[in-house]
Nanobody
Framework: QVQLVESGGGLVQAGGSLRLSCVASGRIFRINAMGWYRQAPGKQRELVAEITSSGTINYADAVKGRFTISRDNAANTVVLQMNSLKPEDTAVYYC????????????????WGQGTQVTVSS
């Protein structure tokens, strides 16, 4: 089994910063893409940022220049540094990872964290 555990959400004033972390554990052979998504009330879940195993990074236009995604492969961790936060960034943030594991043969699945609330007050 694979588990993703997120931390770092909370309440912050507009213009402030938060740092989200997501740690994967379990029967992991390799972590491929790692990403952060968010879902605001009444809206669909959307991609915030993602980073591939080769280091290619993609950001949503709404967060470019304010958010930074990074990964630590040795620690099975992906981090989202969020600066200059705006009220419209308020959402539940989820990490998602595509993980390859071995169970007689190799399998790859997408795994999601439980979500962490980020609230930005104006």
């Amino acid at each position: 089994q694979v588990q993703l555990v997120e931390s770092g959400g909370g309440l912050v004033q507009a213009g402030g910063s938060l740092r989200l972390s997501c740690v994967a554990s379990g029967r992991i052979f390799r972590i491929n893409a790692m990403g952060w998504y968010r879902q605001a009330p009444g809206k669909q879940r959307e991609l915030v940022a993602e980073i591939t195993s080769s280091g290619t990074i993609n950001y949503a236009d709404a967060v470019k220049g304010r958010f930074t995604i990074s990964r630590d492969n040795a620690a099975n961790t992906v981090v989202l540094q969020m600066n200059s936060l705006k009220p419209e960034d308020t959402a539940v943030y989820y990490c998602k990872e595509t993980i390859t594991y071995y169970n007689g043969k190799y399998f790859s699945n997408d795994y999601w964290g439980q979500g962490t609330q980020v609230t930005v007050s104006s």
